[in-house]
Protein backbone atom coordinates (compact mmCIF):
# COMPACT_ATOMS: atom_id res chain seq x y z
CA UNK A 1 0.00 0.00 0.00
CA UNK A 2 1.37 3.55 -0.17
CA UNK A 3 3.05 4.83 2.63
CA UNK A 4 4.31 7.92 3.13
CA UNK A 5 6.81 8.74 6.29
CA UNK A 6 8.00 12.80 6.41
CA UNK A 7 10.81 13.26 8.94
CA UNK A 8 12.96 16.76 9.67
CA UNK A 9 10.40 18.64 11.57
CA UNK A 10 11.15 20.84 15.22
CA UNK A 11 11.97 23.64 16.54
CA UNK A 12 13.73 26.56 15.19
CA UNK A 13 15.02 30.03 15.57
CA UNK A 14 13.31 32.72 13.08
CA UNK A 15 16.14 33.36 10.26
CA UNK A 16 17.08 29.90 10.34
CA UNK A 17 16.79 26.62 8.24
CA UNK A 18 15.47 22.92 8.04
CA UNK A 19 14.93 20.04 5.61
CA UNK A 20 12.10 18.27 5.69
CA UNK A 21 12.20 14.64 4.03
CA UNK A 22 9.49 12.21 2.79
CA UNK A 23 9.88 8.50 1.78
CA UNK A 24 8.00 7.29 -0.04
CA UNK A 25 6.93 3.25 -0.83
CA UNK A 26 4.16 1.22 -2.63
CA UNK A 27 3.64 3.40 -5.96
CA UNK A 28 6.14 4.13 -9.15
CA UNK A 29 6.83 7.02 -7.13
CA UNK A 30 9.10 8.13 -10.29
CA UNK A 31 6.18 8.52 -12.03
CA UNK A 32 4.08 10.70 -9.61
CA UNK A 33 3.72 14.25 -8.93
CA UNK A 34 4.81 14.76 -5.65
CA UNK A 35 3.72 17.69 -3.10
CA UNK A 36 4.24 19.51 0.31
CA UNK A 37 1.11 20.94 1.96
CA UNK A 38 0.86 22.33 5.61
CA UNK A 39 -1.56 23.45 8.19
CA UNK A 40 -1.21 26.26 10.64
CA UNK A 41 -3.14 26.03 13.64
CA UNK A 42 -6.85 27.13 13.11
CA UNK A 43 -6.38 27.03 9.12
CA UNK A 44 -6.78 25.04 6.55
CA UNK A 45 -4.09 22.87 4.94
CA UNK A 46 -2.57 24.95 1.75
CA UNK A 47 -0.11 24.21 -1.07
CA UNK A 48 3.47 24.73 -0.56
CA UNK A 49 5.38 23.29 -3.51
CA UNK A 50 4.72 20.95 -6.36
CA UNK A 51 7.80 18.71 -8.69
CA UNK A 52 7.50 16.96 -11.91
CA UNK A 53 8.24 13.89 -11.96
CA UNK A 54 11.93 13.81 -13.03
CA UNK A 55 12.45 17.02 -10.68
CA UNK A 56 12.69 19.51 -13.62
CA UNK A 57 9.60 21.72 -12.68
CA UNK A 58 8.80 22.79 -9.63
CA UNK A 59 6.29 25.52 -8.22
CA UNK A 60 5.62 27.24 -5.22
CA UNK A 61 2.97 29.38 -2.98
CA UNK A 62 3.53 33.12 -3.28
CA UNK A 63 4.56 32.97 0.61
CA UNK A 64 7.56 31.08 0.27
CA UNK A 65 8.85 31.43 -2.96
CA UNK A 66 12.70 32.67 -2.74
CA UNK A 67 12.93 30.95 0.74
CA UNK A 68 11.62 26.63 0.04
CA UNK A 69 12.88 24.81 -2.32
CA UNK A 70 11.54 20.99 -3.23
CA UNK A 71 13.24 18.53 -4.66
CA UNK A 72 13.06 14.91 -5.19
CA UNK A 73 15.53 11.65 -5.50
CA UNK A 74 13.67 9.25 -7.56
CA UNK A 75 16.38 6.67 -6.49
CA UNK A 76 16.16 6.53 -2.75
CA UNK A 77 11.74 7.30 -3.48
CA UNK A 78 12.27 10.64 -1.30
CA UNK A 79 11.10 14.01 -1.70
CA UNK A 80 12.84 16.73 0.16
CA UNK A 81 11.70 20.53 1.39
CA UNK A 82 14.83 22.82 1.82
CA UNK A 83 13.16 25.71 4.31
CA UNK A 84 14.99 29.04 4.47
CA UNK A 85 14.73 32.08 6.23
CA UNK A 86 12.18 30.53 8.23
CA UNK A 87 9.57 32.87 9.70
CA UNK A 88 7.05 32.45 12.81
CA UNK A 89 4.04 32.42 10.11
CA UNK A 90 5.59 29.20 8.94
CA UNK A 91 4.60 27.36 12.06
CA UNK A 92 2.45 24.52 10.77
CA UNK A 93 2.39 20.58 10.78
CA UNK A 94 3.90 20.18 6.80
CA UNK A 95 2.89 16.94 4.90
CA UNK A 96 3.32 15.25 1.85
CA UNK A 97 1.24 14.31 -0.39
CA UNK A 98 0.88 12.20 -3.65
CA UNK A 99 -2.33 11.89 -6.01
CA UNK A 100 -2.22 8.13 -7.56
CA UNK A 101 -4.61 5.71 -8.45
CA UNK A 102 -7.96 8.41 -8.32
CA UNK A 103 -7.20 9.73 -4.96
CA UNK A 104 -4.99 11.41 -2.40
CA UNK A 105 -2.59 9.77 0.43
CA UNK A 106 -0.71 11.94 3.05
CA UNK A 107 1.58 11.38 5.27
CA UNK A 108 1.44 11.67 9.22
CA UNK A 109 2.57 15.38 8.76
CA UNK A 110 6.12 16.56 10.36
CA UNK A 111 5.75 19.64 13.29
CA UNK A 112 7.79 23.12 12.54
CA UNK A 113 7.65 25.66 14.88
CA UNK A 114 9.83 28.97 14.05
CA UNK A 115 10.10 30.72 17.29
CA UNK A 116 12.63 32.55 19.35
Request: glycine share 10%; net charge positive; hydrophobic share 35%.
Amino acid sequence: QVQLVESGGGLVEPGGSLRLSCAASGFDFSSYVMRWYRQAPGKERELVAIVTTTGGTTRYAEPVKGRFTISRDNAKKTVYLHMNSLKPEDTAVYYCNVYAMFRDYWGQGTQVTVSS
